[in-house]
């Protein structure tokens, strides 16, 4: 992840050319978070936050946060948030690593989500962090996005893989991704342990979802 940290990473091509993430995505995890006994919705977290794309979704909640290691990616979070015509003053954004909140009070946040990010984290210190942050009854909700698909043409599948996963660095950008973290997510987070396995009996009702949204020809 110390390529979104380096000093040559442009931070506002990364922010016009970031996907954003369907209406419907962010209704699902109100609605599990909803179905909570005693749900809250005082306080919501996005953890590796980046520029923002998510963190400004999470609406029903009285005060947001935004949290990435990356100076740059809060500077444009910031700056964004600031060029907004009108402000309701519940959102801002914190440095710091997603496994180290000592901002936090212990049970004060109701929603914590993680948006294309919990891939790169280290989940031997995130769950415990998380059991410490989160408030009884509160939310957890981590999500990442696949290689596409052109549904029609499986055929290109093959290829598709070749080029995103490859080897070779002449034909494929396999080699420039950072590890263990992009094959985590080609994965679908296989190798990230359950929140029970690190910190024995302190979640419940996990829930494991897949979608496919959009089509190319749709978004054109």
Known sequence: ??????????????????PTYPRSLFDFIFQY?????????DRAVDLGCGTGQ?????????????????SKMIEVAQATLKAQPV????????????????????????????????HWFDWSKMWPELTRV?????????????????TRYSSLTHRINAYAQGLDPLHSVGPYWQ???????????VQVPEGNE?????????????TT????????
Not at 1 to 18: C, H, L
Request: charged share 20%; aromatic share 12%; hydrophobic share 40%.
């Open 33 to 41: 978070h909803e179905r909570s006994r005693d749900a809250r919705w």
């Open 134 to 150: 989160l408030r009884k009854n509160g939310s957890a909700a981590f999500w990442i996005y696949s290689e596409f698909r052109f």
């Open 54 to 70: 998510a963190t400004v979704e999470l609406t029903p909640f009285m005060r947001v946060t935004g949290v990435d290691p990356s």
């Open 87 to 118: 402000s309701t003053g519940q959102n801002d954004y914190v440095q710091a690593s997603a496994e180290n909140l000592p901002f936090l009070e212990d049970g004060s946040v109701d929603l914590v989500i993680a948006a294309q990010a919990c």
């Open 213 to 220: 949204h959009l089509s190319l020809r749709r978004a054109l």
């Open 179 to 189: 590890q263990p973290g992009r094959s985590i997510l080609e994965n679908h987070l």
């Open 1 to 18: 992840m110390a390529t979104f940290g380096n000093a040559s990473f442009n931070t506002a091509i990364y922010a016009s050319f970031r």
């Open 198 to 210: 690190v910190v024995p009996g302190a979640f419940k009702d996990f829930e494991r979802a897949t």
